[in-house]
């Protein structure tokens, strides 16, 4: 293992995208950001400078910081906000995890440019458990606003409704040869015939779940948030914001160009955004233009396009990679996540209402000191424990909800031993309306045993869990007007974020934290906090 140096100079960049112009951050001056290398055990030191006038964080999303919650980098979770002028250095070693993952600011909207991928190769020697490609390829999918995204942001928060859609989705940073400003190009992936190239996807989206698809050609997916899944075929796949996938593409087609597409999957009433981001796969040997050969994207309420490609979903449980599924649960908790409207005195929206987000009726309150330092150094004030485990307001939740069911205000987290097991239960309420929610948990990666429509049924659906090779992932969608299982160990002490990875529903409170105590064991303690963790 080595010790890989980074540094990430966080600064303003004029940047042109559908043909119109605006400064926005970014790392080193890109968009999206610099793909961070590491190998599985080695220890990375991110240096990140802020030079803008903005408050910063960088969260690496998905890895695991076992001990290490001080390099997680959700603002006001883990750590306070790198102000303007100042550096933090993210220190943090790579442990038990190999393949794709993705970094963002974690703070205001700033992951809107403030993104990149994170590839974590195997150890040296050690190979892949599908054939080596020809070439590697990181393509990133996001979105891109013709406004600041601050701004827009802010309009909602202060109208009470919901914020405008994006202008564009984008592939590798361009909306594409079909987009309506078709002379930026896009992005090219140069094929040979008959050679197989990796793809590693990353949705970086701020609100947006993607479909992806390349015409005249099959995708073999092999990983998921950089855990190892059995190859399955498919034209189509469905990726979260926050979510990865490896996938495996050969070029058997001879010559052509090929058009890539990545458009919304947004299973709500609700969504109006539908623009789609091209890209070209390019034989070699055939003159660069415009792709000629074309591929429609399914629809943007193709749930049952959305719900094949997450069924086929299986840890590779091999010999070399095992599903460490929870046997036994310890601890079972039921958490409903949804959007509901509450009272507001200053907004011009809805009838001097907002949209709130909730879990278990809680809409988590930012705190204004970081939770991490409190529990660390016994701050008294910033939190309390109680959260609950299960919801405090029945009613049926896919069903009619009842009136003025109005959230409470409060940071409130749950607290879990060391080194217990935990399935959580996560149902989507349709008080506005049922929607697909990614659910992204910090610190831990866990295994979806179950999924259903409606209620969740704790006598009738256990039994219908899969305990033997679940997906493991770090988010998952909550289906719309259902539930999903999840089962994971408490081996990593500290604080976990866990929210809705559509950042519009952060931002409303879809998010709490879970408190993991410290274990009795040597190796089983948070570590002290580095010297330059910034203060608030
Ligand atoms: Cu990718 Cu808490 O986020």
Not at 44 to 65: E, P
Request: charged share 15%; glycine share 8%; proline share 9%.
């Amino acid at each position: 293992s080595t010790v890989r140096h980074y540094k990430f100079n966080v600064v303003m960049k004029n940047t042109t995208r559908i043909c119109s112009t605006k400064p926005i951050v970014t790392v080193n001056g890109l968009f999206p950001g610099p793909t961070l290398y590491a190998r599985e055990d080695d220890t990375v030191l991110v240096k990140v400078v802020n030079h803008v006038k903005y408050n910063v964080t960088i969260h690496w999303h998905g890895i695991r910081q076992l001990r290490t919650g001080w390099a997680d980098g959700p603002a006001y979770i883990t750590q306070c906000p790198i102000q303007g002028g100042q550096s933090y250095v993210y220190n943090f070693t790579v442990t038990g995890q190999r393949g794709t993952l993705l970094w963002h600011a974690h703070i205001l909207w700033l992951r809107a440019t403030v993104h990149g991928a994170i590839v974590v190769l195997p150890k040296r020697g050690v190979p892949y458990p599908f054939p080596q490609p020809h070439k590697e390829v990181v393509v990133i999918l996001a979105e891109w606003w013709k406004s600041d995204t601050e701004s827009v942001i802010n309009e909602a928060i202060n109208s009470g409704g919901a914020p405008n859609v994006s202008d564009a989705h984008t592939i590798n940073g361009h909306p594409g040869p079909l987009s309506n400003c078709p002379s930026q190009g896009g992005f090219t992936l140069p094929v040979q015939n008959g050679k197989t190239y990796l793809l590693r996807l990353v949705n970086a989206a701020l609100n947006e779940e993607l479909f992806f698809k390349i015409a005249g050609h099959k995708l073999t997916v092999v990983e998921v948030d950089a855990t190892y899944v059995k190859p399955f075929k498919t034209d189509t796949i469905v990726i979260a914001p926050g979510q990865t996938t490896n996938a495996l593409v050969t070029a058997d087609q001879n010559s052509g160009k090929y058009l890539v597409a990545a458009s919304p999957f947004m299973d709500s009433p609700i969504a109006v955004d539908n623009v789609t981001a091209t890209a070209t796969l390019h034989y070699s040997g055939t003159l660069a233009a415009t792709p000629t050969i074309l591929t429609n994207p399914p629809p943007q309420n193709a749930t049952a396009v959305a719900n094949q490609f997450i069924d086929a979903l299986r840890s590779l449980n091999s010999k070399t990679y095992p599903a460490k599924v929870p046997p036994k649960v310890d601890h079972n908790l039921l958490f409903t996540v949804g959007l509901a409207i509450n009272p507001c005195s200053t907004c011009t929206a809805l009838n001097g209402s907002r949209v709130a987000a909730s879990i278990n009726n809680v809409t988590f309150v930012m705190p204004t000191t970081a939770l991490l330092q409190s529990h660390y150094f016994n701050k008294s004030g910033v939190f309390t424990t109680d959260f609950p485990g299960n919801p405090p307001n029945v009613f049926n939740y896919t069903g009619t909800p009842p009136v003025n069911l109005q959230t409470t205000n409060g940071t409130k987290v749950y607290r879990l031993p060391y080194n217990s097991t935990v399935q959580l239960v996560l149902q989507d309420t349709g008080i506005i309306a049922p929607e697909n929610h990614p659910i992204h948990l910090h610190g831990f990666n866990f295994f979806a045993v179950g999924k259903g429509l409606g209620n969740y049924n704790p006598k009738k659906d256990p039994k219908n869990f899969n305990l033997v090779d679940p997906v493991e992932r770090n988010t998952i969608g909550v289906p719309s007007g259902g539930w999903i299982a999840i089962r994971f160990r408490t081996d990593n002490p500290g604080v976990w974020f866990m929210h809705c990875h559509l950042e519009v529903h952060t931002t409303w409170g879809l998010k709490m934290a879970f408190l993991v105590d410290n274990g009795k064991g040597p190796n089983e303690s948070l570590l002290p906090p580095p010297s330059d963790l910034p203060t608030c």
